[in-house]
């Protein structure tokens, strides 16, 4: 999985063609390719494990194979709540298990720098519920603003402003961890 994603029109526009009409096996599959692997690391934030986060995703999508469904307008707003839903169904029914070390690589791309990896983890780790959500989905994801709001429930504008908050807090950590060199021009 790539770390840095930004919003891909083409992908929107081809989960658009699928609103509105009777999901085929071949749909379904094409789903998954753009959005199983920013789906699992959003589910890794509510399960124990990657092992249980492919396990939700897999579950959301064998429904959609098992059932004639009708896609919503946004499919990807759509699969992030069933994501989600799913996840938090798993994690209530295994609410004593102990929660996975911080050194459990969510992000599975083998070229990433694994300490590069671990600090964005840790960083993520340390956001709100809600900034995590509207980072990974944006970030990710690469789902619009109104997307997200869909999905989650809320105003557009609370959502950017996760968004914004979410990621000003990442940079701070992260430019702790990784300086960039760069002169301090304010003074001080």
Known sequence: MCCSRVFDFERARRDATLAGRPLTAHDVRQLYDRHGPALTLYARFYVTDFSAAEDVVHSVFLKLLEVTRTMPERP?????????????????????????????????????????????????????EEQKEAVVMRVWGGMTFEEIAESTGVSINTIASRYRYGLNKLREKLQARFPTGEKDTHGS
């Open 76 to 128: 990807a707003a759509y699969l992030y709540r069933a994501v989600k839903n799913a996840a938090l169904n798993v994690r209530r029914r295994h609410s004593r298990e102990l929660p996975v070390p911080l050194n459990d690589l969510w992000f599975t791309d083998d070229s990433l720098d694994p300490e590069a990896v671990l600090a964005v983890q840790k960083a993520l780790g340390e956001l709100s």
